[in-house]
C-alpha cells in the first residue's frame, strides 16, 4: 500500500484482488492424465486431485486454485500446455 495514502494505488489494489482458476469438463482427457497435471502442476495431493476431477466430471467445473491474476496464469498456460481446460475467474 502507497504510504503517503490510506487508500491502495491501482496497480496495488489488482493485485488485492483474489481470482479462481477453474478446471471445466471436456470429453477428451482421461482420468489419469487430469489427476497426473493437478498434482504434478498445481501440487495438489493425488486424493485432492481425484476429488476435483470427479467433480469436473459431474458438475462440468471446479474450483483448482486461487490467487492473484499473475500466479493464476502461469498455471493456466501450463495445464493447458497438456490438453486441460483452464479458465481464471
Not at 487430469?34 to 485432492?48: A, H
Not at 486431485?49 to 501450463?78: K, P, R, V
Amino acid at each position: 500500500m502507497n504510504k503517503a495514502s490510506k487508500y491502495p494505488l491501482k496497480s496495488e489494489a489488482n493485485d488485492l484482488i483474489k481470482k479462481s482458476l477453474y478446471l471445466i469438463n471436456d470429453q477428451y482427457n482421461t482420468f489419469e492424465h487430469v489427476i497426473d497435471c493437478l498434482v504434478v502442476i498445481c501440487e495438489l495431493k493425488p486424493l485432492q486431485a481425484e476429488q476435483c476431477t470427479l467433480i469436473t466430471h459431474y458438475n462440468g467445473i471446479c474450483e483448482i486454485a486461487s490467487g492473484s491474476f499473475e500466479e493464476l496464469s502461469d498455471l493456466q498456460e501450463d495445464l493447458s500446455i497438456y490438453g486441460l481446460n483452464v479458465e481464471i475467474i
